[in-house]
C-alpha cells in the first residue's frame, strides 16, 4: 500500500516568492495533519483536517501560510510570500481517526528560502 | 496543556548494550494516547507504537519493549542488544483524544541515539 506521498521532496525558493507544497493522504484516512521541524521549535502541529474540513488553524504561524483540501486525496500548503524563516521541514500525516489514533507521515519536503 | 518531557538530547552505546529512552508526559485529560516514533537519518517519521491512557500493559515488539506508568507519568522505550540500525532520534508524543475523535500530536524533543560498532 502506498503511504502518504509528498511533493516537492525538496524546494528552494527566494524570499518572496510563492511556495506550495502538496500531499497525498493514504486512502480512507480522515484525519489530515501539517507540521513543521526546525532546529528551533522541534515538531509542531501547523493544520490539521477531518474530512476535508479544516479543524484547528492555531499552530499556522500567520497570514502568509494557508492550506487547503479540496478533496479526500488532495491537501496543500501555500507560503505567500516565503521568507527565510519559513526554512524548514514540512511533514504531511494522515490517520484514520476513529479506534486508531497513530499518524502516518510522509517522507516531508525540505524548504529553503534564501 | 499537554507537554512531553524527553530529558535525554543524546545517547551514545555500543552494538549489543541496551538503552532506554526515557519519555515524561503532562495532561490533564484521562483519556489520551501516548506514541513513539523513529526518525532515521533519511528523515521520515516512522510509527512504532501507540499507547492509550487506560491499558498499562507492558508491550514487547522483538528488540523493542515499552513500559508505560501512569502513576509517574512516564512512557520508555528500551531498545535490547542495539544495533547501528537503531542509529535514529526517538520522538515521544502524546495526543488529546475529543469525543473520540483524533486530535493533534505534541511532541517531546526527541533523543539521537548513536549506536556504534
Known amino acids: 500500500d502506498a503511504g502518504v506521498i509528498q511533493s516537492p521532496r525538496h524546494e528552494v525558493t527566494e524570499m518572496g516568492q510563492e511556495v506550495t507544497l502538496r500531499c497525498k493522504p493514504i486512502?480512507?484516512?480522515?484525519?489530515l495533519f501539517w507540521y513543521r521541524q526546525t532546529m528551533m521549535r522541534g515538531l509542531e502541529l501547523l493544520i490539521y483536517?477531518?474530512?476535508?474540513?479544516?479543524?484547528?488553524d492555531s499552530g499556522m504561524p500567520e497570514d502568509r501560510f494557508s492550506a487547503k483540501m479540496p478533496n479526500a486525496s488532495f491537501s496543500t500548503l501555500k507560503i505567500q510570500p516565503s521568507e527565510p524563516r519559513d526554512s524548514a521541514v514540512y511533514f504531511c500525516?494522515?490517520?484514520?481517526?476513529?479506534?486508531?489514533?497513530?499518524?502516518?507521515f510522509g517522507p516531508g519536503t525540505r524548504l529553503t528560502v534564501t | 496543556a499537554q507537554k512531553v518531557t524527553q530529558a535525554q538530547t543524546e545517547i551514545s552505546v555500543v552494538e549489543k548494550e541496551d538503552v532506554t529512552l526515557d519519555c515524561v508526559y503532562e495532561?490533564?485529560?484521562?483519556?489520551?494516547?501516548l506514541f513513539w516514533y523513529k526518525q532515521p537519518p533519511s528523515g521520515e517519521l516512522v510509527f512504532l507504537i501507540r499507547?492509550?491512557?487506560?491499558?498499562?500493559q507492558n508491550e514487547i515488539s522483538g528488540r523493542y519493549s515499552w513500559n508505560f506508568q501512569k502513576s509517574t507519568s512516564s512512557f520508555n522505550f528500551t531498545i535490547t542488544a542495539s544495533q547501528v540500525v537503531d542509529s535514529a532520534v526517538y520522538f515521544c508524543?502524546?495526543?488529546?483524544?475529543?469525543?473520540?475523535?483524533?486530535?493533534?500530536?505534541?511532541f517531546g524533543t526527541g533523543t539521537r541515539l548513536q549506536v556504534t560498532l
Open positions: 495532561t490533564r485529560d484521562t483519556t489520551y494516547y
Open positions: 500525516a494522515s490517520s484514520p481517526g476513529t479506534t486508531t489514533y497513530e499518524q502516518y
Open positions: 486512502s480512507g484516512h480522515d484525519y
Open positions: 508524543a502524546l495526543s488529546e483524544v475529543r469525543t473520540g475523535t483524533a486530535s493533534k500530536l505534541t
Open positions: 499507547r492509550n491512557s487506560f491499558d498499562e
Open positions: 483536517f477531518n474530512n476535508n474540513v479544516p479543524i484547528d
